[in-house]
């Protein structure tokens, strides 16, 4: 129903892809987070990085949700790094921490996710 | 852009729209005449927790928006929302109307004539939308999100659930008219919300998709906190309360 005022930007770091997230996450980013997610293409895992987002509702939990369906059918890991105390608060709350992994740092995540940072390319 | 030493940078001026970090639900005041069953020290239950098939289902109507703005809808539907559930079904929320962190009991009106306890926590709440997410032994694991918005010169109520049957036994029950059920629920509860702004030949539409096929079998487990076996055992048990009660009475302790 909302429109979209988030962005995501894709990069590749080996097999993982990260989504640099931007702006407000609600129920409206689902086109332009799918499309995000579809354009890191075969990877092994799905890093969110949460630094710069500014707001999420319910909506975008929810989103999160599907995302992570997509993800599991794939095979594909997903973790999160950048998040604020608050927002942390909320995975907690809505046990979404029970699925997704939360680290402190980018290197944090892909380390646990099992690639190394060499290479860099943006998408 | 790529850094290691990224510190969040979120404003959080959504902060009080969120319900606080618990661990355990914990109903704060139990109304007269409501079941408190099956919420206190249960934990909350996203999709992720859930057995079944994951829905999400998408409720909405239409309403004039030059004369009904979204505020007001939320507004009314924050400070009434019990009032708009299809009759024989009670929603015991705060008088105050639906606030971040309040946790509601439900007392459902189930096939049969049984009556099904459980409840709700608001999980979110703004101008424009909220959320309710259930606890373990609820029908379904996941959130019900209530919004309206502007779509030119209408303003579009909607109800949308993102779903999981709890365990194997709702997920039977769902299959077999329960999903019918709470569509007819939902469709009566928006079909109320547009009556009360005016608009009673509202037509609502429903829209269902079925986000994972899956059933997370894992989760079969999840039967153990099942509100319907535990409502029904507890009705049950009603006459052994009712001749306990009894015999309270006539024995009183000294």
């Excluded at chain 2, 929302?81 to 105050?96: E, I």
């Excluded at chain 2, 709700?120 to 694991?141: K, N, R």
């Excluded at chain 2, 507890?234 to 009660?245: S, T, V």
Aim: proline share 4%; hydrophobic share 40%.
């Amino acid at each position: 129903m909302a429109e979209a005022t988030a962005t995501f930007d894709v990069r590749r770091h080996g097999s993982a892809g990260v989504l640099d997230i931007r702006g407000d996450v609600t129920a409206g980013s689902e086109d332009v987070l799918m499309k995000a997610y579809e354009s890191a293409g075969e990877v092994t895992a799905v890093v969110l990085n949460f630094a710069g987002l500014s707001y999420m509702n319910s909506g975008g939990i929810g989103l999160l949700v599907t995302l992570l369906v997509r993800a599991k059918r794939r095979s594909q890991r997903l973790l999160a790094y950048g998040l604020s105390e608050h927002y942390r608060q909320i995975f907690e709350l809505t046990r979404l921490d029970e699925a997704i992994g939360i680290h402190d740092t980018e290197q944090d995540a892909l380390a646990a996710a099992g690639v190394a940072r060499r290479g860099e390319h943006h998408e | 852009m790529s850094s290691n030493d990224e510190r969040p940078t979120a404003a959080n001026r959504d902060a009080a729209n969120w319900a606080k970090m618990v661990s355990r639900l914990k109903v704060a005041q139990v109304p007269d005449g409501a079941v408190n069953l099956n919420v206190d020290g249960r934990q909350l239950a996203s999709p992720i927790q859930g057995f079944g098939k994951m829905w999400q289902k998408t409720y909405l109507v239409r309403l004039p928006g030059e004369r009904i703005a979204p505020a007001e809808v939320i507004a009314t539907w924050r400070r009434q929302f019990g009032d708009f559930w299809p009759s024989g079904n009670h929603f015991y929320g705060p008088l105050t109307g639906i606030e971040p962190g309040d946790v509601a009991l439900l007392n459902l009106r189930m096939p049969g004539g049984s009556k099904l306890s459980t409840g709700v926590m608001v999980l979110y709440a703004d101008e424009e939308s909220f959320t309710l997410m259930t606890p373990q032994g609820h029908m379904f694991a996941g959130w019900i999100t209530f919004s309206a918005a502007q779509q030119g010169d209408e303003t579009v109520v909607q109800t949308q659930v993102l779903m999981r049957a709890s365990d194997p036994v709702f997920e039977l029950a769902l299959t077999m008219g329960g999903h019918g059920q709470e569509d007819r629920f939902w469709g009566e509860t928006l079909g109320n919300v547009a009556a009360h702004f005016g608009c009673p030949e509202a037509v609502v539409d429903t829209k269902v998709v079925c986000v994972d096929k899956r059933r997370q079998w894992s989760r079969w487990r999840n039967v153990w906190h099942s509100s319907a076996i535990r409502s029904a055992i507890y009705m049950a048990e009603a006459p052994i309360r009712g001749a306990q009660n009894l015999t309270h009475r006539r024995h009183p302790a000294s």
